[in-house]
């Protein structure tokens, strides 16, 4: 999935919502379109609600255990 600002005037796909859609969320792993069009609010009130579910994680941390602060990995 690819998270791309929109240049299109196209409505936000959000129920109930009547602006302009400011983002597109594009699925390429079907043969259809499978565009989703939000606005500004809408892309914000999706990332707090996915916050709720997800939590980002450090991939790998700034130093190793038992090392010496000079050296680095």
Known sequence: MIVEKTKNKIKCDAS????????CIVNKKFIFDGSVYLCDSCMRELYTEIGKFIVPKNLKPI???GVKDEQKF
Request: glycine residues 10%.
């Open 16 to 23: 109930g919502c009547n602006n302009i859609a400011d983002y």
């Open 63 to 65: 130093y190793k255990k």
